[in-house]
């Protein structure tokens, strides 16, 4: 298709006048056309108003036809796999295996939720019958399950320009809730954005839906992004993005009249404890498995491991074998300068730190956007000290913690904050520290990895990403996986209702066949 | 028992020294025995490091230890029921009849979540086995299921010294989560609170549980309440009171470095729509149960219905109806000076109010506490013009309001902010407007009633008490019923675990025979 650089608001195209950019090659640096043209707050107000009318349509679908349209959204950009591919990697210096495997994995979530929704029962019926003779008062029939929620906000991450962006994960729950969305672009993949915002376009007209389940604004995070989370139409928002821009949002929604729940992903340093009968059995099995999670994808992961914790006794061999695996990865490009400039400046500032060591830094070609593996040493003493070696140097830098006992590890599990992930690797003769330790880290951790590595995150119904703030907003619950779509619902019961006035998933005769709770018990359908 | 008038603190009582307090009873003006010793933000420290203590234990109970700790802590209630309704009949000026009610309401929800844990299957447990053999990569094995948040702290609600307090709903759903449970207890009934607070305390050393399971303070919630609040072992709250109270609350959590859910329930008016065709046929029929909910309990319920809204056609007569059926209504005593103040505050600047005229104010003598029933009425043009008409007015007071034609009572409903309730009269000729109306009020309440009155929240399954903001900090959940559970929970996914080493309700062989899904789909036991 012909980029045209203009937002998608509702049936119409946006015309900007909020200012102007292009997206830049990573890797040559090199301006890229066409120039995409940011829509202002005046914009914000449009696109809401649409959003809301298209709400009271779109709320009324059915599963059947809220998956009809994922399935057709799914269609529509695996017709245009080859166009993504090409704009893709020129923005973002990921490789073409990469983000076909993201275009796989963005459509498997849509079809996904389509099954979800086909198979209904994600809504969570539950029916009390009446019991009219009940003394001192009669019973009434109360009858409830989830409902969507309203209009929601999402905003593209930079780090997964398909899975979670315009139409990655948090849009694909949203809609399948029956939310219409609102999507805010990244400014770096705006043309991936831009093709696959005219994929959805595409399936809303071809599913006949209303213009304003979908919009596309390019604009600034700082006017139109806060001004969305603003807007008393929007009712729910989800991000995956820094700690800082996370916290604004969160802040913003906080302080409206009526708050919203926003949805945010944002930082973890993913710890690996490996303990002492497990270094002294692999020792050197992990150490590849972690330099493996370590620097898959340049790093650029929010489940990359940026912890190694282990024992005292063989760390020296662990820590050369670690270090000379990260030394022989060649330096690769990250996805835009603002990522790579923050990484080289966080690995700067860890180094500098008291009782920091360098055990391998592999140097890469400043101005070129590369980065290196880097791997840095310390003691749980030092580490204890300065809270600050916990941040997240978001890239291939990981830090190794040398801790004496099982007492110095557990030490460092409890000093830690919300994290996405936790990893032990433990053996047989590991078992009663593991049992300590684990204890220690599900009350930090939203997923809980035995032996093996936090990257990888599986799309299935069992998935947690998700975890106790500040590794998300709000850690009850996953931005992958079914689970995701309760984000953006609430609960609506209906009392004494007629049947045929009740929604089809609540009627007695259960006429979709869904799983639901009648009278306190499972009934099948 | 002797009531000491200190805080409970693990198996220690409070020593005060931030002020002291007495009991009012509300009919007499009378101070009533004893002095109630209020703590400082000191022993809130010393209360949250207990309950972060108790939390590692309790957390790990099974289902079957908390059910037998909340039917101890029922049967402990049940014991001193006598002992509970003269000092509550003193406290709050309740009957003894509601106040019977009300306790066994409270101990109903305390062993219906005792039953739920026996149960078993609301930990949601989620399942997807591995696939090694998976290309590109293998798939993982992934568990999930919700898990207790941390230690609650809980408000107790003036308008509920019982369902709502010490052992209330909040409380019973945060032990049964598995969080330990700090209450702040209110000052009107600090002395119901004593010997409900005496009872938990009894069942925490009957059960062998931690001291920290459990602690009730008295003091400031502008200083103990806030301070909890903002204590870093917090990790959610329950209240149920003011829209200022709660909304103080919801902005102190929102501020924390990492943020808590506040689950608070405020305010409401929830609206009672009468369609033409019910008025017409059985007009005089809604007036005597709208009444008799606008008054039960001196009109001192969260699900009391503030707004009354009908046609032109036979509304002179329903007015009529309903202003001389509420004028019949003697007079009662509210439940404490506060609640009474409050009230005739906002009766007196509703019927300043431009376009607002008196149908029916039954004159309470002054000074004693009592509040008489209101009926006030006005146009929707009126109604519409000033927002502040739709202001909730705590007690027996109800404005009536006059809708030209359907579209006048869309617009009333379109204006609504988030309520607990809405109710719809009407009959078969009403169905086109009716499916209008209700499609509006869907997205305004979190529990719609068909022909029948908001006050009375039953307890089951399928009750959803609730609703969008402001009537709760949140509307995606529900403070009465089994759900309400989830409130105190967050989810945590065990990945490639041994099956030994995994939380029994995830383990391959379901020990406990609970209801999964399975590769996604739900398995019985």
């Known amino acids: 298709m012909d980029l045209q650089g203009t937002s ?31 829509e202002g707050e005046e914009t914000v107000e449009a696109v809401c108003r649409l959003a809301a009318a298209a709400f009271v349509e779109f709320r009324e679908k059915s599963g059947e036809e809220k998956a009809v349209f994922l399935r057709t959204i799914a269609d529509e950009i695996d017709a245009v796999e080859e166009e993504i591919v090409v704009r893709m990697t020129a923005e973002t210096a990921l490789p073409e295996g990469r983000c076909r495997m993201e275009k796989g994995r963005t459509c498997f979530q849509l079809r996904l939720f389509a099954d979800l929704l086909e198979e209904g029962s994600w809504v969570d019926a539950r029916i009390d019958h009446a019991d009219p003779d009940r003394a001192p008062v009669p019973k009434p029939d109360c009858r409830s399950m989830w409902r969507p929620v309203g209009p929601a906000v999402v905003f593209c991450a930079s780090n997964f320009p398909l899975a979670y962006s315009v139409a990655g994960g948090d849009t694909a729950s ?65 991000f995956t993005g820094s700690r800082s821009g996370g916290r604004a949002l969160m802040d913003t929604a906080a302080a409206r009249p009526e708050p919203i729940p926003v949805w945010a992903e944002m930082s973890a340093v993913n710890p690996v404890f490996v303990l002492p009968g497990a270094l002294k059995e692999r020792g050197e099995q992990i150490a590849e498995g972690f330099v493996g999670s370590l620097t898959l994808g340049v790093g650029q992961f ?64 400043v101005g070129k956007n590369a980065a290196g593996a880097v791997v840095l040493g310390t003691s749980v003493d030092a580490f204890l000290t300065d809270q600050s070696m916990a941040d997240e140097m978001f890239g291939p830098a990981t830090l190794m913690i040398e801790a004496g006992d099982e007492e110095a590890m557990l030490g460092v599990a409890e000093s830690l904050e919300g994290q996405l992930t936790a990893t032990v690797h433990a053996t047989g003769e ?14 930090k951790a939203g997923r809980l990895i035995y032996n093996g590595y936090p990257t990888g995150v599986e799309v299935c119904h069992g998935m947690v990403h998700g975890g106790p703030a500040p590794a ?5 619950s996953t931005s992958v996986g079914p689970r995701a779509i309760t984000r953006f619902t609430r609960l609506v019961c209906w009392q004494d209702f007629p049947d045929d006035l009740l929604p089809v998933e609540l009627q007695e005769g259960n006429p979709l066949g869904i799983s639901r709770i009648v009278d306190g018990s499972r009934i099948e359908s």
């Not at 998300?472 to 009850?476: A, L, P, V």
């Open 430 to 443: 590991d078992r009663e520290v593991f049992a300590r330790l684990i204890a220690v880290l599900e009350r």
């Open 302 to 365: 929010c489940t990359n491991p940026g912890l190694l914790i282990s024992g005292s006794e063989g760390r020296s061999e662990f820590a050369g074998e670690v270090a000379s695996l990260a030394a022989e990865i060649a330096p690769a490009t990250m996805l835009h300068e603002g990522i790579a400039s923050s990484y080289h400046g966080a690995v700067d500032a860890m180094t500098t730190k008291k009782g920091v060591e360098v055990l391998a830094r592999v140097e890469a070609e």
């Open 8 to 38: 998608f608001i509702g049936a119409a195209r946006g015309t900007g006048g909020a200012g102007e950019d292009r997206a830049v090659n990573p890797v040559s640096g090199e301006e890229l056309d066409p120039v995409y043209h940011a």
């Open 174 to 238: 949203a809609l399948a809730a029956g939310c219409p969305v609102i999507v805010k672009a990244h400014g770096s993949h705006p043309g991936t954005a831009e093709i696959v915002g005219a994929a959805v376009r595409r399936a809303v007209v071809k599913c006949g839906l209303p213009d304003g389940v979908f919009a596309l604004l390019y604009g600034s995070g700082r006017t139109i992004g806060q001004a969305l989370v603003k807007h008393p139409a929007v009712q729910a928002v989800g």
């Open 472 to 476: 998300t907003s709000d850690g009850r």
